[in-house]
């Protein structure tokens, strides 16, 4: 079966196994769209909120949500201590906290602390990347299952990526930095199966002072199709580039990306949408079928706007429109296919937060902490504007699950909504 076609019936197949859970970043699917209903629209600090439970350090990496437990990450002691924290989700009591020392020295933004990726989990272990301190995984007691070292990673703004799973197999795109690669490990065991050094990825310098250009990708890549039909997408500098997650091997690359690359790609069944940071290009590329390999550019790319406003958190793909809230805080609505704008208007001053669909609506959290709930469509309308806590800053991006929202600030994990099941 072509592997566009499997995409599409993949898709179907995986939307509907994972309902309830919130097992990775962005979702089930990686792709920023929830299965759930019966959403809370309106919350406060008294209204809808039913926990809230003190981080012990910051961190831009979000929540997961399976069954009874939530997980997220945080930094303390200026990085050199990474934990991964299991609250339970009825009550946001830590059922555990496993913590490891990062002893190598990393450059970091001060927007970027250390706990940057979200973990993820398969329902009979959670794994996490802590970047040059290791691949961690734990049972769903905490009790260490392995640990793997994957190398040191030095970037002026710190690291980004969130670890994958497909079938048997973790995959993490390791970077940035002047070391990036593309590993894939046994989930039960981390073994190593393959990896993939990305050199046209790599910085060859880490002094914050040297004149050359930094490049890097921040993206967690998409996995889409099944078996020997996947592919798995990542943006990286100056293109995007579709792998074999069995194997690591190439398929095809779109040429067209700038050099610094912050966001996830954007994929449905016939379009690929994919964004550079810091107001470089964005541009959409017809999803190859299976025969397509190499330079794919002249043949797929769709359109390309050679500049963009700053995008840092990702946007969402849902029927043949990207939704967006970029990094100035304008809330935007633009054809996949075309690229050409729907709407777009000023929704708040700030925000790093990816966009959710869920609903027939969109959530997004500004800088602020405050979830804003717009209604999905052809014109803006904005349904309601959430703070949780005032001054509280918040980077990452809610999970959804089992009608409750879960929000991460610097300060603070809340749970709001009652639970449906």
Request: charged share 20%; aromatic share 10%.
């Amino acid at each position: 079966m072509p592997r566009i076609l499997l995409f599409v019936v993949t898709l179907l197949i995986t939307t509907a196994a994972h309902a309830g859970d919130w097992p990775q970043w962005r979702g089930p699917d990686g792709t920023g769209v929830s299965h759930e209903s019966n959403l809370p629209v309106q919350w406060d600090e008294k209204l809808n909120m039913t926990w809230s439970a003190t981080m012990p350090g910051p961190g831009n990496g979000s929540p997961i949500v399976v069954g009874d437990r939530v997980f997220v990450t945080a930094s303390m002691d200026g990085g050199a201590k990474r934990a991964l924290i299991c609250f339970n989700r009825d009550t946001g009591k830590v059922l555990w906290y496993q913590a490891v020392a990062a002893s190598a020295s990393e450059p970091t933004h001060q927007t970027s602390p250390y706990s940057a990726s979200t973990p993820c989990s398969d329902g009979q272990a959670v794994y996490v990347w802590h970047g040059s301190a290791g691949l961690y995984a734990y049972d769903m007691d905490g009790r260490e299952l392995w640990k793997l070292d994957l190398g040191q990673y030095r970037h002026i703004w710190g690291m980004g990526p969130s670890p994958v799973l497909f079938e048997d197999m973790l995959i993490v795109h390791a970077g940035p930095g002047d070391n990036v690669k593309l590993v894939a490990v046994q989930k039960a065991t981390g073994t190593m199966v393959w990896e993939k050094p990305l050199p046209e990825a790599q910085n060859k310098f880490t002094t914050p002072g040297d004149k050359e250009q930094w490049i890097g990708s921040w993206a967690t890549p998409v996995v889409v199709g099944k078996g020997d039909t996947a592919e798995l997408i990542l943006p990286l500098p100056n293109r995007v580039v579709a792998f074999n997650p069995q194997t690591g091997t190439e398929y095809w690359r779109c040429e067209g990306l700038g050099p610094l690359a912050y966001t996830s790609p954007l994929v449905d069944s016939e379009t690929i949408v994919a964004m550079s940071g810091f107001g470089g290009p964005d541009m959409g590329i017809k999803l190859p079928d299976g025969a397509a390999s190499g330079d794919i550019t002249a043949s797929h790319q769709l359109w390309r706007h050679p500049r963009t406003t700053q995008r840092i958190g990702s946007g969402v793909l849902v029927s043949g429109r990207v939704y967006i809230c970029n990094d100035n805080g304008t809330a935007q609505c633009f054809d996949a296919k075309t690229g050409e704008d729907v709407w777009k208007e000023r929704l708040t001053k700030q925000a790093w937060s990816s966009m959710i669909y869920a609903d027939h609506r969109l959530y997004v959290t500004d800088l602020a902490g405050t979830t804003h709930v717009l209604k999905a469509g052809s014109k803006y309308e904005l349904l309601s504007s959430n703070p949780v806590a005032k001054g509280e800053t918040c980077r990452s991006t809610p999970a959804f699950s089992d009608g409750q929202v879960f929000i991460r600030t610097y300060e603070h994990l809340y749970c709001i909504g009652v639970r449906l099941k």
